[in-house]
């Protein structure tokens, strides 16, 4: 993937992009709620919360927090991982698909007005 702009243009668009996340009439994600959501619907391999943890330099239990946000937000769901019976999948849902694509029809609205 080849992005062009500026470090200014990219943070004026993340800002934009959060701004009307926030702006919406449903319950907001903090960032690292928002990260492994994203890490969830961007990579197409299934991930366990260790692959999830090492992926964002951050601890598994922080991982398994927000994990257990997005379930109850229905965002993503767990599923049992055929090759480890001790962990699960982090895996996508309907609703999660519809806010990923919202998130991508709201960057795109934001970054024709630059």
Avoid: W
Wanted: glycine share 4%; aromatic share 6%.
């Amino acid at each position: 993937m080849s992005l062009q702009g500026t470090p200014d243009e990219f943070v004026s668009l993340l800002h934009k992009t959060i701004v009307a996340l926030i702006r919406r009439d449903r319950p907001d994600l903090m960032a690292r709620q928002l990260g492994v959501f994203l890490r969830v619907y961007v990579y197409a391999e299934p991930q366990t919360g260790r692959d999830l943890a090492v992926a964002l330099n951050v601890h598994k239990a922080a991982i398994s927090r927000a994990l257990d946000r997005l379930a109850e937000e229905e965002l993503v769901c767990r599923q049992p991982n055929p090759a480890d019976y001790r962990s699960v999948l982090a895996g996508r849902t309907p609703k999660g698909a519809a806010l990923f694509r919202e998130i991508r029809q709201i960057m795109q609205e934001a970054a024709l007005r630059e």
